[in-house]
Every structure is written in C-alpha cells, then in structure tokens.
C-alpha cells in the first residue's frame, strides 16, 4: 500500500512539474513575442517585414538602415528625448527613494492593520485615471513654471510611483529586527544615526528594487508625458509620433528596440534583487 502511494505521488508530481513547465512556455512565448516582432521589423529589410504582403517569420535580409534613417531624420530630437527621459527617470527614482523610505520607516513603526489601511489608500490613487489628473495638474504647472520640464513632469509621475515605491520599502523594513535600531540608541546613536547607519545599509537591497523599478516606471510612462511635457517630448511620445501621427513604422520599431535595451540591462540588474530574500534584506525576526 505504502509503495503504490508513493508510485502516485511520483506520477502526480511529474505531471504537475509538466504543467508547470508547459505554462512557464506558454507565457513566455506571449512575452517573447512582441519583442521578437519588433527586432525583426527594426533589423529586417522592409522589402521582408512591413512591406511584405506575407512577411516571414525569420527574413533573410538584415540591415542598419532603419537605424541610420531614424538618427539622420531625428538625430537632435531623439537626443533631446532620450535625455529628458533619463533625467526624469532619475528624478523620480531619487525622489521616491527620499520620501518613501521615511514614509516606508514610519509606518514600519505602526501596527499592521493600520499600515496595511495607509498602503491601501496610498495605492488608491493610482486607480484614478491619469488623464483625470494630469489637465488640473498642467494648468497649475503652468502658473508656476514647471510646465514642459523635467522636474514638473517627474513630479506628476511620483503620483504612479510613490505608492509602490513605500509598499516594497515598507516590507523591506517591516523585516529588519526591531531590535537593532534599539540596540543602537541604547548604545549611544541618536535617532538619525540609527536610522541611517544601522537600518539603511540592511536596506540597501529593497532600496535598489524600488530605485529601479521607479526608473522604469518613469521610463516608459506616457499620459502624463504627452500631456505636461509635449513641446519637449520624451522618448515614448517620440515613438508614438512616428508610428502614428507621422506613421513611420520602421523609425518607431528603431526608437522602440533602443528604448527597450536600458530596460532589458536594468531587468537583468533588478532580478537579482527582486527575489523574495532580497525584498526584504534576507533578514528574519
């Protein structure tokens, strides 16, 4: 009896590994897929790709052309993009970083029903359509100056970012003994100095998840870059003016795989960090 129950146990477990298996492909080819029609239609020859009646899957014919012409037509316009994206990106991420770890330490001081209710409001307002608030937010841009900048555009995005920046900071510290921190200021530190020696370097990995997850956010957001930044626009606006108000499809397939080259190298960096262990700092306690 026991040996038939282990043969079924064996059996089950073998075919829920293939079910496992069969889904991870399943999903990854859907998430694969659009990347992979895009490299073909950057790097193919259009003869093969976009002005083919039936394009092939795998094209013969490669070429730089689709990148030379997309730089020779925008060169100074997509240098311009490209760097106001990527010092929104960073404004963002470091403002997110400043606020959400205090607001991530204060609340790891209150019980968890309570935290747990503030997250949950915090989350809300990104439940609110963009567009709903991005015109109130122009006009008063406008007023003050930050219209069509980078610093008035990154402070939009913090609406989007922030919440998720404070939710996986907030379990990063929720993990750190509470012990230390008291050690510490039994041994002598000051507030500050435990907050920011003793707790902060055991952050440090929650710290670079949320940092770069708030940079890519950031990256690729686009409501509130076409509505508040539209005379110097960013990359994704870019791309959406090419493809469709100008409908080159082969300068926008060009501008999308570069764009999606700084966040590939950045997933790869972010994974690492992103497991659970690391979210919130390996500690237990």
């Known amino acids: 009896m026991g040996e038939g ?15 496992i298996y069969a889904g991870a492909a399943f999903f990854s080819f859907f998430v694969l897929l659009p990347l992979y029609v895009l490299i073909i239609i950057a790097l193919g020859a259009p003869n093969q790709t976009v002005a083919a009646y039936y394009p092939a899957l795998l094209p013969t014919k490669f070429t730089l052309s689709n990148f030379i012409n997309a730089f020779r037509g925008t060169g100074i316009l997509l240098e311009s993009a490209f760097l ?5 990106a960073f ?21 968890f ?9 915090l989350f809300f307002s990104t ?10 937010i122009s006009e008063t841009f406008l007023r003050l100056g930050l219209y069509d900048s980078s610093l008035g555009l990154a402070l ?17 510290l929720d993990a750190v003994p509470k012990q230390l921190e008291q050690q510490a200021r039994v041994d002598g530190a000051s507030f500050i100095r435990a907050l920011y ?10 710290i670079v998840s949320a940092f770069l997850l708030s940079w890519l956010m950031s990256w690729d957001e686009f409501t509130f870059a076409i509505i508040l930044s539209p005379v110097h626009p960013t990359l994704p606006i870019l791309i959406y003016l090419d493809a469709s108000a100008r409908g080159n499809v082969l300068t926008a397939a060009s501008f999308s795989l570069l764009v999606t080259i700084p966040v590939i190298v950045l997933t790869i960096i972010l994974s690492k960090f992103i497991r659970a262990g690391y979210l919130t ?3 237990t306690g």
């Open 113 to 121: 029903k309570i935290s747990s209710l503030i997250i949950g409001v």
């Open 91 to 111: 404004i963002v991420a470091v403002i997110a970083i400043l606020l959400g770890y205090h607001a991530a330490f204060g609340l790891s001081k209150l019980p």
């Open 5 to 19: 129950t282990d043969m079924g146990n064996e059996f089950e477990g073998r075919w829920t590994r293939y079910y």
């Open 127 to 136: 439940m609110i359509p963009s567009i709903t608030i991005a015109i109130p």
């Open 281 to 283: 700092s390996g500690i």
């Open 84 to 88: 106001k994206s990527l010092e929104t």
């Open 156 to 172: 939009a995005q913090e609406l989007l970012v922030l919440p998720l920046t404070i939710f996986i900071l907030s379990g990063t």
């Open 197 to 206: 020696q003793v707790i902060f370097p055991l952050a440090v990995p929650g």
